[in-house]
């Protein structure tokens, strides 16, 4: 079973527009990461999250983690080629063993 | 420092056959896991291990045997192959499960 759900599954945009992403539960994280995978290989952490309404920026990427540590959301300003990809969040349950991924965000930006 | 290795790369499978697919990481972590991804399906928890000696199930443990004898390797065992384990295959390993996972570079089997 899911417990993380992205949205959209699919988003294809061109170059320069702004975008935004989310990751929705109805269960409370401990702590909430976001991947970038590309073809060919293994996912790459872009940045964790661990505190409620927590917002931080990666140059044009910014993630804002839910006050109620239940959701998280990506937004992207000024969308460039190379950032095409997958986007997968994760979260860890407080106490759990266990990282749990959303089933992914494919995003393709056109030139 | 090689990270996450996983071998083999590509593999191809009748049904009913058996494998082992090993995974060693040389960053001393003690949690490692193993992911299957297919189409729309993002990441699946097959098995974790929080250290040697301690294995645990995830989300789809079906057809999947695991073991940790060291802290470096953890190697997934399928035990009689079918179609539906057609998958690519992550290992990834970590300091602690809510810390930044290292993934390897897959493994893609096929089973007919």
């Known amino acids: 079973t899911q417990l993380l759900e992205q949205s959209p599954q699919f988003l294809s945009i061109q170059e320069g527009e702004n975008l935004t992403v989310y990751c929705n539960s109805s269960s409370v994280f401990s702590s909430l990461q976001w991947y970038r995978q590309e073809p060919g290989e293994g996912p790459v952490l872009l940045v964790t999250?661990?505190?409620?309404?927590e917002v931080k920026k990666l140059k044009r990427l910014t993630f804002q983690f839910g006050d109620a540590r239940k959701d998280s959301s990506l937004h992207i300003t000024a969308a460039q080629t190379g950032d095409t990809g997958l986007y997968l969040c994760a979260g860890a349950n407080q106490g759990a063993q266990k990282l749990v991924f959303g089933q992914g965000t494919r995003l393709t930006i056109n030139p | 420092n090689a990270g996450v290795t996983q071998t083999p790369k590509f593999q191809v499978l009748k049904t009913g056959q058996s494998m082992t697919l090993q995974c060693a990481q040389d960053m001393n972590h003690e949690y490692m896991s193993w992911y299957r991804q297919d189409p729309g399906m993002g990441l699946r928890l097959i098995h974790y291990?929080?250290?040697?000696?301690?294995?645990d199930q995830g989300e789809v443990p079906n057809g999947y045997n695991v073991s940790r004898s060291t802290t470096e390797d953890f190697p997934l065992r399928l035990l009689s192959a079918a179609p539906s384990q057609t998958s690519v295959y992550f290992c990834?390993?970590?300091?602690?499960?809510?810390?930044?996972?290292?993934f390897g570079p897959g493994t893609r089997l096929t089973v007919t």
């Open positions: 291990s929080v250290g040697a000696g301690i294995t």
């Open positions: 990834a390993s970590s300091r602690r499960v809510g810390a930044e996972q290292y």
């Open positions: 999250v661990v505190t409620g309404g």
